[in-house]
């Protein structure tokens, strides 16, 4: 193996062409969030990745994402392109002035010149935190309503972003928007073990020992209730009514189907 006196460089890694690819389309699934928790480390990788690989390499990744369908369960949120995911992280790390075009939530189109500091994963969800050089203002995008980023090559001297981080930042802009649903449930369980299976997608309080408030805000009843009912511990919906309501069909559903069973052998007669 390996001696390394401090202070010394660790000699390439050499993969082939097969390595190669497998390590390019691992981390482009992983960028999707299919695994939680990577996606952040998958996109810095996965630049790294395409900027190296040769002409003939590219092609082949290239169409095994063209020719795969990505699948999720249920209304998982909308999907990013890798390319736009690279493209714009490339220019987060080289310092780089982007352009696009984005589409706002009510369907207007318009051209953005912006200075981009960090991308940040939230629930599904991508977001480009950068300074908006038009409305001299920072400003969160959603990557799913960008296309078409390109980089100017123009280099700029960082800001200094009005939030602890960029997560926090777009936090802060995703609490102030109106959202149709805001939901609170008591769960019977320790906020410890609550933060760890859904944290991520609301805060957790603490009651006590055995119990912990959990709030959250959705667009759809059907997150929610899917959350909950993935925390492995009873609960208690307190608001909205119109949750408990679709918890309540859920579980009618859920309850025909285990009364019906699994459909018995077939015991055909013999000849």
Not at 116 to 133: C, E, F, I, K, Q
């Amino acid at each position: 193996g390996y001696q390394l006196a401090a202070g010394a460089a660790l000699p390439p890694l050499v993969v082939d062409d097969e390595e190669a690819v497998a390590l390019a389309v691992g981390l482009q699934a992983a960028a999707q969030g299919a695994i939680v928790g990577i996606e952040d480390s998958s996109i810095r990788a996965l630049t790294k990745v395409t900027q190296v690989m040769p002409p003939r390499l590219r092609r082949r990744v290239e169409a095994l994402r063209a020719m795969t369908v990505p699948a999720v369960w249920g209304s998982a949120g909308p999907t990013v392109d890798p390319e736009t995911l690279t493209a714009v992280a490339q220019a987060c790390r080289d310092t780089e002035r982007l352009q696009f075009t984005y589409t706002a939530a009510g369907g207007e189109r318009t051209a953005r010149h912006v200075e981009p500091h960090r991308l940040v994963s939230l629930g599904r969800r991508w977001y480009l935190v950068a300074y908006d050089l038009t409305r001299h203002d920072w400003r969160s995008f959603r990557l799913d309503r960008l296309d078409e980023p390109a980089s100017t090559g123009a280099r700029f001297r960082p800001r200094e972003l009005p939030a602890d981080d960029a997560a926090a930042f777009v936090r802060a802009g995703i609490d102030n928007l109106p959202a149709p649903y805001t939901v609170e449930a008591l769960v019977h369980a320790p906020a410890a073990a609550v933060r760890v299976r859904i944290g991520r997608w609301g805060t957790v309080e603490d009651i006590d020992d055995r119990r912990c408030l959990l709030r959250m805000t959705s667009d759809s009843l059907d997150w929610p209730a899917m959350a909950l009912g993935a925390v492995g511990a009873d609960f208690e919906v307190l608001s909205p009514p119109e949750l408990l309501d679709h918890v309540r069909n859920w579980a009618h559903r859920f309850s025909r189907a285990a009364s019906i069973g699994a459909p018995r052998r077939g015991t055909g007669s013999a000849c």
